[in-house]
């Protein structure tokens, strides 16, 4: 595998393949020094385009614990205000010599763009609505360390913006691939306008759906949303499709709460679920590190050793 | 005194079709007809070839002024030269837009030493904005007869009304739409289907066309001015078009080649190359325009040529401009896709192509055929067998951003005649 554009580039034996290769980073990141030396002398670029602290640290982080070497690009400190093509930009930045971009962009199918006009691997860390590969490889790692390898029968429930979700739209794919039945709960506004294609169910009313839940997965609302009249109010929101203390009640005894981060407490999570008991939330960044060396050390690995 | 015979090919135009010579002198078609005598002057060989009217594109972007980097033109009408138009219509989204009397006179005198004919547009609104009326009485004086704001629509219902009544003092005048409602269109950038959800590219839901069609027939009837739509692409929209005609309503359609031709699936390789507004719809649009097509429900097949420089389209898809080349490959797509299956007859075709759009365009008296004594020397000679595979690098535009790059088409225009003017031959422009 080149590049890791999309979760299709993996389908069902790379996704496990990929678990697999986590779990024994997931190894390393918990040893007292957690570093092995496996990318010495590669270099990484984070080539971001729209903020995010946490996506870009976590990468970073990977790389540099795989001994890699890291560079970071990101727009407001770039040319690319001046109006440089991004086309330029990525000729640009291979001239220097890097082996593995991470790019995150706002368009869907940048990354994919990227990959065509470079020699180096291509990780998508977030195109616009479209996929988040990584993140869906971070949120499997964490359901599979709590249930096990397979997902046959497991029931997971996606709510809030599907329509705008990078995240949905690589979870989807991933939790389906597994084998798990996944079901999008939100108002219609906030999902896909066409589901042709999709292997899931669609609820509007999440109160029916939640005590069947295996795993309750909340997307972070964007407060802009409302003004673009996708949903009357957060206060409406919240009544509907947040994941209220009342509601985790309801939950099964085993269900696992999962969110993306950042969360927004009081709005589609209350502060004291997300503390709670059933909140995996920490974990999946935890994950999200040993996920990206995984992914990292398959791009560029030469295949000896790990360690 | 300085006379042009073309020689040995099979004359089309609206009259019939029949094996004739064509003799030229001054600009003027003066003698049609089998085995005239030859004598000293050049011939140009058209055995094999039909002889036709020029072609006329009611929409193209010439982008002078402004966007001289992506075209001029002069460029552009070297593209549609070799494409086999001798009319283009200029739209009006330049940098200023057309929507001065001055700036459209600075088009014209621009376009009047080119090789073809450059037909300005003017536009309804001032600044495109869909607000004020543009002086359409003075543009009119220049000889505008077509009146859009396209790359943006008429949104508001009222404004449209206006300029639909404004029309109606001005003889020959048509009011031609984009037809996306803005409210509907605004943010995507693709159909709104199955691959835009896929692809998770914000889309354009063809309804936002619809709903314009729908209620500009409407206006249509209220005013009783003629209107015209761009670039139709929805089955729903043809349908609405066939429905106004047969209430007998003044409304006009053309249809761009890539709306016959490529669907939204296109779009899977996120290559911008492939945006463009109205956008690339589903195989059951693309098919209702075929069938458009061939009842005459849409008029004329247009390009839209929307050129773009390399760097205007090499960021990613929802933030490259929208818009494809057509020029070059309109005819060929036709014949390839339209003709060569069986929909449309040549003749068809060729309406869909010259003496429609020249109707439309309040240019029938010099465009559009007949190919007959007395009329001007505007003509293209079109080898309608050979085969040939679309070479972005080698196209006279000066953009590259042609969605048809590789693909191999059938027929091609081998001669065109500008007022008698023989400025492509052998499929080379001359200047």
């Known amino acids: 595998m080149k590049h890791l554009l999309s979760v299709d580039d993996l389908g069902r034996d790379g996704l496990e393949e990929m678990?697999?290769?986590?779990?024994?980073?997931?190894?390393?990141?918990?040893?007292?020094?957690?570093?092995?030396?496996?990318?010495?002398?590669?270099?990484?670029?984070?080539?971001?385009?729209?903020?995010?602290?946490?996506?870009?640290?976590?990468?970073?982080?990977?790389?540099?614990?795989?001994?890699?070497?890291?560079?970071?690009?990101?727009v407001g400190s770039s040319s690319v205000k001046k109006g440089e093509s991004l086309r330029d930009t990525v000729q640009t930045i291979e001239a220097m010599g890097v082996d593995a971009m991470v790019v995150r962009h706002s368009s869907a199918g940048a990354p994919h763009r990227v990959a065509s006009w470079t020699e180096a691997s291509v990780v998508n860390a977030g195109d616009g609505r479209h996929e988040h590969p990584t993140q869906a490889l971070l949120d499997l790692l964490t359901l599979r360390s709590h249930r096990g390898p397979s997902f046959g029968g497991l029931h997971v429930g996606i709510i809030g913006d599907v329509r705008h979700s990078r995240v949905a739209h690589?979870?989807?794919?991933?939790?389906?691939a597994l084998g798990a039945d996944v079901t999008l709960v939100g108002p219609p506004t906030l999902m896909p306008e066409s589901l042709e294609g999709w292997p899931v169910r669609v609820a509007y009313d999440f109160d029916e759906v939640l005590p069947d839940l295996d795993v309750v997965y909340l997307l972070r609302i964007q407060f802009e949303r409302q003004s673009e009249a996708l949903f009357p109010s957060l206060r409406e929101y919240t009544a509907r499709y947040a994941l209220t203390a009342s509601r985790a009640k309801r939950l099964k005894a085993d269900a696992l709460v999962m969110a993306p981060g950042p969360i927004n407490r009081g709005v589609e999570i209350a502060a004291e679920v997300a503390d709670g008991p059933a909140s995996v939330i920490t974990e999946q960044v935890t994950n999200g590190v040993a996920v990206r060396m995984a992914v990292l050390w398959s791009l560029l690995g030469s295949g000896g050793s790990l360690v | 005194m300085s006379d042009l015979m073309v020689r040995g090919g099979r004359v089309v135009d609206a009259s019939g079709e029949r094996v004739a010579d064509v003799r030229v002198r001054d600009g003027i078609v003066v003698e049609v007809g089998e085995n005239l005598e030859g004598g000293d002057s050049p011939e140009l060989d058209a055995s094999g070839c039909v002889v036709a009217p020029g072609l006329v594109d009611l929409h193209v972007h010439l982008?002078?002024?402004?966007?001289?980097?992506?075209?001029?033109?002069?460029?552009?009408?070297?593209?549609?030269?070799?494409?086999?138009?001798?009319?283009?219509?200029?739209?009006?989204?330049?940098?200023?837009?057309?929507?001065?009397?001055?700036v459209v006179a600075a088009v014209l005198a621009r376009g009047a030493t080119t090789t073809c004919d450059v037909v300005s547009s003017g536009c309804i609104t001032k600044g495109r904005d869909g607000r004020e009326l543009a002086p359409m009485g003075e543009m009119h004086?220049?000889?505008?007869?077509?009146?859009?704001?396209?790359?943006?629509?008429?949104?508001?219902?009222?404004?449209?009304?206006?300029?639909?009544?404004y029309a109606r003092s001005l003889p020959g005048a048509v009011v031609a739409q984009h037809a996306e409602d803005p409210g509907l269109a605004r943010g995507g950038h693709m159909h709104e289907g199955a691959w835009s959800s896929r692809l998770g590219i914000p889309g354009r839901p063809a309804a936002a066309e619809d709903v314009v069609v729908a209620r500009d027939v409407e206006l249509a009837g209220l005013t009783g001015a003629r209107v015209h739509f761009l670039h139709v692409s929805s089955a729903r929209a043809v349908e609405l078009v066939?429905?106004?005609?047969?209430?007998?309503?003044?409304?006009?359609?053309?249809?761009?080649?890539?709306?016959?031709?490529?669907?939204?699936?296109?779009?899977?390789?996120?290559?911008?190359?492939?945006?463009?507004?109205?956008?690339?719809?589903?195989?059951?649009?693309?098919?209702?325009?075929?069938?458009?097509?061939?009842?005459?429900?849409?008029?004329?097949?247009?390009?839209?040529?929307?050129?773009?420089?390399?760097?205007?389209?090499?960021?990613?898809?929802?933030?490259?401009?929208?818009?494809?080349?057509?020029?070059?490959?309109?005819?060929?797509?036709?014949?390839?896709?339209?003709?060569?299956?069986?929909?449309l007859?040549?003749?068809?075709?060729?309406?869909?192509?010259?003496?429609?759009?020249?109707?439309?365009?309040?240019?029938?008296?010099?465009?559009?055929?007949?190919?007959?004594?007395?009329?001007?020397?505007?003509?293209?000679?079109?080898?309608?067998?050979?085969?040939?595979?679309?070479?972005?690098?080698?196209?006279?535009?000066?953009?590259?951003?042609?969605?048809?790059?590789?693909?191999?088409?059938?027929?091609?225009?081998?001669?065109?005649?500008?007022?008698?003017?023989?400025?492509?031959?052998?499929?080379?422009?001359?200047r």
């Open chain 2, 242 to 343: 066939r429905d106004a005609k047969a209430r007998g309503l003044p409304v006009s359609a053309e249809a761009a080649p890539h709306h016959f031709t490529l669907t939204d699936a296109a779009c899977s390789t996120f290559d911008p190359v492939f945006k463009v507004h109205p956008p690339l719809r589903t195989d059951h649009d693309v098919e209702a325009i075929k069938a458009g097509l061939a009842d005459g429900t849409i008029d004329a097949i247009a390009t839209d040529h929307a050129p773009h420089t390399p760097e205007a389209k090499e960021r990613p898809f929802e933030e490259a401009p929208p818009g494809m080349l057509g020029l070059e490959t309109a005819l060929a797509l036709a014949l390839t896709e339209l003709v060569e299956p069986g929909l």
């Open chain 2, 63 to 102: 982008r002078e002024p402004g966007d001289e980097e992506a075209e001029t033109i002069d460029t552009g009408a070297r593209a549609a030269a070799l494409g086999g138009f001798t009319a283009v219509v200029a739209m009006p989204n330049t940098q200023p837009p057309l929507d001065d009397a001055a």
């Open chain 1, 19 to 74: 678990l697999a290769l986590a779990e024994t980073f997931v190894e390393v990141t918990r040893r007292d020094i957690p570093k092995v030396p496996a990318l010495r002398g590669k270099t990484v670029l984070s080539l971001f385009y729209e903020d995010s602290t946490r996506t870009r640290l976590s990468f970073e982080t990977a790389a540099k614990r795989l001994s890699a070497d890291t560079m970071t690009f990101t």
């Open chain 1, 170 to 176: 690589s979870d989807v794919k991933a939790f389906a």
């Open chain 2, 345 to 430: 007859t040549l003749a068809d075709a060729l309406a869909a192509l010259s003496w429609r759009p020249a109707q439309i365009a309040g240019i029938a008296d010099r465009h559009g055929g007949p190919v007959a004594p007395g009329r001007p020397a505007n003509l293209c000679v079109i080898d309608p067998a050979v085969t040939w595979e679309v070479d972005a690098g080698r196209l006279a535009s000066r953009a590259r951003n042609t969605p048809f790059a590789g693909r191999k088409l059938t027929g091609r225009v081998r001669h065109t005649l500008l007022r008698g003017e023989p400025v492509v031959v052998d499929g080379e422009a001359r």
């Open chain 2, 141 to 165: 004086a220049l000889g505008v007869r077509i009146f859009t704001d396209d790359g943006n629509c008429v949104g508001d219902a009222g404004v449209m009304r206006r300029a639909l009544e």
